[in-house]
């Protein structure tokens, strides 16, 4: 089992930054590939990044592709998520996820966090 808990989120200006991190606890950090996903309000849960246990493999949904960079730092147990030109269609909670195999349905993962609010005004 392993807890995971999202910070970072805010209000902030379209073309504006914000990191994430995803803190985790509980069994081996290293052991699982991680996943962000968002979701709006009336909207569906959408993929947004993952990376895999050791990092070597990153997939990006199209509409973050070139602004946003997940990374993790196995020592810190942690993994971020690094936004840029923030978009007004960005607003949503934010949300990790630790699965077993790197996956860009939400279906693959088991652990979820609680989710941290990104609004970015139009």
């Known amino acids: 089992q392993v807890q995971l808990v999202e910070s970072g989120g805010g209000l902030v200006q379209a073309g504006g930054s914000l990191r994430l991190s995803c803190a985790a606890s509980?069994?081996?950090?290293?052991?699982?590939?991680m996943g962000w996903f968002r979701q709006a309000p009336g909207k569906e849960r959408e993929f947004v990044a993952a990376?895999?246990?050791?990092?070597?493999?990153?997939y990006y949904a199209d509409s973050v592709k070139g602004r946003f960079t997940i990374s993790r730092d196995n020592a810190k147990n942690t993994v971020y998520l690094q936004m840029n030109s923030l978009k007004p269609d960005d607003t949503a909670t934010y949300y990790c996820?630790?699965?077993?195999?790197?996956?860009?349905?939400?279906?693959?993962?088991?652990?979820w966090g609680q989710g941290t609010q990104v609004t970015v005004p139009s």
């Open positions: 509980g069994r081996t950090f290293s052991g699982y590939a």
């Open positions: 996820a630790a699965s077993l195999s790197v996956s860009t349905r939400d279906r693959e993962y088991r652990h």
């Open positions: 990376l895999s246990r050791s990092g070597s493999s990153i």
